[in-house]
């Protein structure tokens, strides 16, 4: 032998294999970037990072270090989407939140409660503590950043799952490597 050895001779069953991976791949990949904002999408990229700095450390790449990474690129990617939407509404739109806060805050019998929530005894004290914390503007805006964050934390695991899954599946059609 020369020392280059040949590829294993690829069988029917394999053949077959690989072409349902790539369609269930694709299928995975794209189903979810429907449900998931589009942020499985982003979830091979964060695998092709994580391989290269793990080449480049010297390292094999982990099944476990390869699913968070696609995580977290889901996850960047979701947040880096929402920044730009915010940063593309009107003042209108803003102004309409504003208002629509302000107007629930002061007649809280017009917002759609339920029955048994409208029935429960409200005191004194935390009604004037959760109206002191409703008028502070940096609460509300505090209260509204954690929001987004944990947002994109769970729908970028969720992204990130179904992306990486897609990406595995498609990764073995393409050159027939398991992870």
Do not use: H
């Not at 053949?15 to 794209?30: E, K």
């Not at 290269?52 to 390869?66: C, D, E, V």
């Not at 979701?78 to 805050?105: D, H, K, N, Y």
């Not at 409200?122 to 503590?129: E, F, G, L």
């Amino acid at each position: 032998m020369t020392g280059m050895e040949q590829p294993p001779q690829e069988t029917e069953e394999r053949i077959v294999l690989r072409v349902l991976s790539g369609v269930a791949g694709l299928v995975v990949l794209l189903g979810s970037a429907l449900f998931t904002l589009g942020s499985a999408l982003a979830a091979p990229l964060g695998m092709f990072v994580a391989l290269r700095r793990a080449r480049r450390k010297g390292r094999p790449l982990t099944r476990g270090a390869s699913w968070f990474s696609a995580i977290i690129a889901s996850t960047i990617m979701l947040f880096v989407g929402l920044i730009v939407l915010f940063s593309f509404l009107p003042r209108s739109a803003w102004q309409e939140m504003q208002q629509g806060a302000t107007e629930a805050r002061v007649n809280p019998d017009t917002a759609n409660m339920p029955a048994w929530m409208k029935s429960m005894p409200r005191s004194a004290q935390s009604d004037s503590m959760a109206n002191k914390l409703e008028t502070n503007p940096g609460f509300v805006l505090v209260a509204f950043a954690l929001g987004i964050a944990f947002t994109c934390i769970f729908l970028g695991a969720i992204g990130g799952t179904t992306g990486w899954i897609g990406a595995v599946l498609l990764r073995f059609a393409l050159w027939g490597v398991r992870t």
